[in-house]
């Protein structure tokens, strides 16, 4: 009895051990499935994870990039300067509406003296002169004044009055050239008008007269004043017709002969209002276009200009103020010499005025000052404390401004 008990636990617990055995084979390759599931859902989700983040961490890096560059270009914006505590003089807005910066120091013009005058306000020399209707425009080393529909004008530079000259019809404007060379456009009852050249000593080398072309608007020289460029625009028939006519100036064992070059036109109805050589390059503007003169043709550039401001030439880089419409945001345009535009920003509601010399550009726009390279790349940002009437470059690359409370200037 006790032995077959005991046998019949024994056979119990065989048939116990058996049966899990068993079961454990059983379970064996279920578990080994769901451990290689896991395995490989860890090793998609890490791998997903991993990506996220090595995308966001090169997001992160370039935003970085960027936005230290953005902090760079603006490093100057906040830079505020009181004109009154700069070098130069201080004087009442009636007086500063009178000076007009140049060489080292300011060109003060009224309708009975032109006087040159230091940064500190002495004056070094002056010239007595009876003009109804004074303008003054600075040229690199010259300055021209003349009374507009007058009957004389004066050329000067930073040693005294170079010369100066009646004319026989009512001046309307004045151009010059790298060399010294003077352009001046008047009016005539007897023809349209015409355009008197004189060289930087003040002879006459020749007088152009419009009889068929219509009324001459502007001129421009190139580099070397072997070329002037003339605006006209035609006004006698059913249609405006613009004209551009270019002369050339030779030099000869008797003097310069000025002989026609080459005349250009357009179908469109527009009219040239400003003219500059880039290079040998013939640019023309309106108030909403820019022209080039190629193949012996005058082509309109896929530009969008919709109102054209200022227009500089820079290193031979166009800097182009222009907006796209009644109270939008004026706009800064850099074009370079093979007509790419490697410029293009909104800078501001109100542009002041513009400066510019062999190197840089500078902007007065809504009491701030934005200073470029040839390149269109700013260089300086300044707020200024007050508004500025005009400016200009002095030697040196000195900027100097003409502000209601004096003239003054931002190194």
């Known amino acids: 009895m006790v032995s077959?008990?005991?046998?019949?636990?024994?056979?119990?617990?065989?048939?116990?051990?058996?049966?899990?055995?068993?079961?454990?084979?059983?379970?064996?390759?279920?578990?080994?499935?769901?451990?290689?599931?896991?395995?490989?859902?860890?090793?998609?989700?890490?791998?997903?994870?991993?990506?996220?983040?090595?995308?966001?961490?090169?997001?992160?890096?370039?935003?970085?990039?960027?936005?230290?560059?953005?902090?760079?270009?603006?490093?100057?914006?906040?830079?505020?300067?009181?004109?009154?505590?700069?070098?130069?003089?201080?004087?009442?807005?009636?007086?500063?509406?009178k000076l007009y910066p140049y060489g080292d120091g300011v060109i003060k013009v009224t309708t009975e003296r032109i006087a040159y005058l230091t940064l500190s306000g002495s004056e070094v020399f002056s010239h007595s002169i009876s003009y109804q209707n004074p303008q003054c425009i600075t040229y690199d080393n010259n300055v021209a004044v003349f009374d507009r529909d007058g009957y004389s004008f004066t050329i000067l530079n930073q040693d005294g009055v170079l010369f100066s000259k009646p004319t026989e019809n009512p001046v309307k404007a004045v151009h010059m050239s790298d060399n010294g060379y003077v352009a001046v456009i008047c009016g005539s009852s007897d023809s349209f008008g015409d355009v008197a050249i004189y060289d930087s000593t003040g002879e006459q080398l020749a007088v152009w007269t419009s009889y068929n072309s219509g009324f001459p608007v502007c001129c421009a020289f190139n580099s070397d004043a072997s070329l002037i460029a003339v605006s006209t625009i035609n006004t006698s028939g059913a249609v405006i017709i613009p004209y551009v006519r270019v002369f050339s100036l030779n030099k000869t064992?008797?003097?310069?002969?000025?002989?026609?070059?080459?005349?250009?036109?357009?179908?469109?109805?527009?009219?040239?209002?400003?003219?500059?050589?880039?290079?040998?390059?013939?640019c023309c503007f309106t108030s909403n276009a820019l022209y080039?003169?190629?193949?012996?043709?005058?082509?309109?550039?896929?530009?969008d200009f919709s109102a054209i401001g200022f227009v500089k030439n820079v290193g031979n880089n166009l800097f182009i103020t222009y907006s796209d419409g009644i109270s939008q945001l004026n706009k800064l345009a850099v074009i370079?010499?093979?007509?790419?535009?490697?410029?293009?920003?909104?800078?501001?509601?109100?542009?002041?005025?513009?400066?510019?010399?062999?190197?840089?550009?500078?902007?007065?726009?809504?009491?701030r000052v934005f200073i470029y390279n040839t390149s269109g790349t700013i260089t300086n940002d300044y707020s200024v404390d007050e508004d500025i009437i005009r400016m200009e470059f002095l030697s040196g690359n000195k900027l100097c401004v003409v502000s209601t409370g004096g003239v003054h200037t931002i190194n």
């Open 4 to 97: 077959t008990t005991y046998r019949w636990k024994n056979k119990k617990m065989e048939n116990s051990v058996e049966s899990k055995l068993k079961n454990e084979k059983n379970t064996a390759p279920e578990n080994q499935n769901n451990d290689s599931i896991s395995q490989a859902v860890i090793r998609k989700s890490l791998t997903v994870a991993v990506t996220i983040f090595a995308t966001l961490l090169i997001v992160s890096v370039v935003l970085i990039i960027l936005v230290s560059k953005k902090i760079d270009s603006m490093a100057g914006a906040d830079a505020q300067i009181k004109l009154s505590a700069q070098g130069g003089f201080s004087c009442e807005y009636s007086e500063a509406q």
């Open 253 to 282: 064992s008797k003097g310069y002969d000025v002989v026609d070059n080459a005349v250009y036109t357009t179908d469109d109805n527009v009219i040239f209002a400003s003219l500059c050589y880039v290079g040998n390059k013939l």
């Open 292 to 303: 080039e003169v190629k193949d012996d043709k005058l082509s309109k550039m896929n530009y």
């Open 336 to 367: 370079n010499s093979n007509d790419s535009m490697i410029y293009n920003s909104n800078i501001g509601a109100k542009i002041i005025c513009v400066a510019q010399n062999r190197n840089y550009y500078a902007i007065s726009v809504d009491r």
